[in-house]
């Protein structure tokens, strides 16, 4: 799920408005396939709710590891990849969808399935235009390949590669 050969961009993914992915159950991962040193140079501070709703600081690093070809920015899952991706990008949606707050706060999401879009309008507040940012930086690779057991199998692969691969956009806080 993570060769060159199985990370395409989103540009690739795209066909006039159709999108070339399986309506199928699988794993799937956001990859930031640009220059690191654009990624890193973006906002990587965000202030989640804690314990007791009190503010937590958590920065984004460079933990990635090092035999990873791409940065890895998000792991799923999901019943339908084709329909999950469409989700993340909300293509249909120009401009921002989520206006950055004062002290790096996290707004309230649009959608609760949009983790990639909110993540990239995060990390570049400035950004007028993250889909074409999106478009441009952005990779995405799958696997649907779970022929026993698939529902768990699915499940463990999702925390497997979050705990291997460190993206970004699924750091949450305890609660």
Not at 15 to 20: F, V
Not at 111 to 131: A, K, Y
Request: glycine residues 6%.
């Amino acid at each position: 799920m993570h060769t060159s050969d199985s990370v395409r961009s989103v540009m690739e993914i795209f066909k006039g408005q159709g999108i070339t992915l399986p309506e199928l159950p699988g794993v799937y991962a956001f990859w930031w396939i640009a220059a690191k040193a654009e990624l890193l140079a973006g906002n990587r501070h965000i202030v989640l709710k804690g314990p007791r709703e009190q503010p937590v600081d958590v920065e984004y690093k460079d933990w990635w590891p090092k035999e990873l070809l791409y940065p890895c920015l998000y792991v799923g899952k999901s019943t339908n990849i084709k329909n999950r991706f469409s989700l993340h990008i909300k293509r249909g949606s120009p401009g921002r969808l989520h206006e950055p707050l004062l002290g790096n706060r996290k707004p309230k999401p649009c959608t609760s399935s949009c983790q990639l879009r909110f993540g990239i309008e995060h990390v570049f507040p400035n950004e007028q235009d993250p889909l074409a940012l999106i478009h441009r930086a952005i990779g995405f690779s799958y696997r649907t390949d779970f022929p026993e057991n698939a529902i768990a199998e699915r499940f463990f692969e999702e925390d497997r590669l979050v705990g291997l691969w460190r993206p970004w956009f699924n750091v949450d806080s305890e609660r």
